[in-house]
């Protein structure tokens, strides 16, 4: 399989359905419901490019929102209305940028792959599971920044990376993502990475690592609320 087709393979079992035959596809996609890479519940997950996007919902509730977008076109209108039709008032819609990559940039690796679980890997990367990649002080071994893989399916794995305070500037988070993609691909997934539209931060490091802005977007459900303290 070539690696843009990977790219459509991973959406198609990602959202139910790629690419769209229209403006937004409506889709009832199973795996909506069933736990994500995470072990949590994604039940509403988008993409949309510059030629159509597909909204991902449960099977259920597939048909009233395809109803509720007929009668009001346009994803800007549907989006805060989906929380509540698909049964999840309490969480909020988001958008993001979605960018991927088949080249990722020819940056030097800055990083050592480490299993997720091993004691000294920082406690926001053992979540991810399996290998993340982790840059450290070579002097005193602090952490410095790191990359994680959200293994969504087989053809599609997004990173996620952060960077302590007082290692930024240094250009870490672009070159760790740039190994890191560059990994994802050689395993036979393509690199993906979101962030938020007002991130110029993340714009930033996405595009030197050689993910370029494509009109992509992202959309669905926040995550869920955590529960009040007590």
Known sequence: MTPGGRLAEHLTRWLGAWPPASELDVVGEPARTRPGWDGGLHPVLGIASPEGGVLSVP????????RRHAEEPGLAALGPRVPALVGYPEREWFTAVYRWTLSPASL???GVWTAAEHPETPAWLRPFGGDVLVARD???GAHLAGVG??????YGHELAVVTAPEARGR???RALVAQAARRVLDEGAVPTYMHA???LASAAVAAAAGFPVRGWTAFGLTEEPAPPAT
Do not use: Q
């Open 138 to 140: 070579p002097e005193t």
């Open 149 to 154: 893989i959200k293994k969504h399916d087989a």
């Open 197 to 199: 539209p007002g991130n």
């Open 108 to 110: 030097p690796e800055a």
């Open 171 to 173: 250009g870490l988070a």
């Open 59 to 66: 099977p259920e509730h597939a048909e009233p929102v395809a």
